[in-house]
């Protein structure tokens, strides 16, 4: 009987078709807004929640989320700027 190797995957899991380049235009909407210190980052960033979850992107989207309650809009850009690099993305 064969066995599946079961574990934590390297790739972040990507809810339905989204996929890296699908995600950019959300990923650079919530860079502007928080580069503005815009409250609306949180609804952005609730969208792409939805749209990621697991993986290798979960512990920066954890940290991006805790840094947006606290509207600490700088440090969570650092981790949207992780999770970019970690999607192979370079955001401007």
Known sequence: AGVTPVGPTA???LQGQADAAALT???MELDS???KNNYTAKKCFGQLKE???????QPALEQLESNLGRLNFKEARTHLL????ILGLKLP
Do not use: N, R
Request: hydrophobic fraction near 45%; charged fraction near 15%.
């Open 11 to 13: 790739q972040p899991q």
């Open 25 to 27: 235009p959300l990923l």
């Open 33 to 35: 807004l928080l580069k």
């Open 51 to 57: 749209k990621m979850t697991g993986g290798e992107v």
């Open 82 to 85: 992780a999770i970019a690099q």
